[in-house]
């Protein structure tokens, strides 16, 4: 059965370009891209991500890092992946949140550093189950960004609603 997982690409990961190195990684797993996007991360998101964490002494640099402020990019890509075990497998290529304890050859190992005031630099974001991944999909992407129906939905019409446009 296709599971779906959220991936974030986070700003230390874009600061030191390395997207191409873990896209080209990710695409080891055979699994499917089904949204991608670049995303300013609001300090809401931020702790909406991370509230699970909320009562670590880390939280307020965790949301500085996730937010940018420890690098010079202020935005993460986030992507949804598709396929059999997704979760599993991204887990996996990963490795550990830690980046000294991940296997060298891990994405984490590999990239991931850990900063004199102990805030894990971990270049990526992978949903941990099912239930997380379906909350974090949900959080960063609306039904229509993403390509297949990966969760039921339903259409309303909503008045009033301001709306950016093209000029």
Not at 7 to 32: C, F, M, Q
Not at 98 to 123: F, H, L, Q
């Amino acid at each position: 059965m296709n599971k779906k997982t959220l991936i974030l690409i986070k700003p230390d990961g874009l600061v030191k370009s390395l997207t191409g190195n873990i896209l080209t990684r990710l695409s080891e797993t055979k699994l499917e891209i089904i949204a991608a996007k670049i995303v300013n991360v609001s300090e809401e998101l931020a702790r909406e991500h991370y509230k699970h964490l909320q009562d670590k002494p880390f939280f307020n640099e965790l949301i500085s890092y996730l937010q940018g402020g420890l690098h010079d990019r202020q935005k993460v890509m986030a992507m949804v992946y598709w396929g059999d075990i997704a979760i599993q497998k991204v887990r996996e290529l990963a490795g550990a949140t830690n980046p000294e304890e991940a296997e060298p050859t891990s994405i984490r190992g590999a990239y991931g550093r850990i900063t004199s005031k102990g805030v894990y630099e971990n270049v990526v974001h992978a949903s941990s189950d099912e239930k997380e991944a379906e909350r974090e999909i949900k959080l960063w992407f609306k039904p229509n960004e993403i390509i297949y129906d990966v969760y039921p939905t339903e259409t309303k019409t909503l008045d009033q609603v301001s709306k950016r446009v093209w000029v």
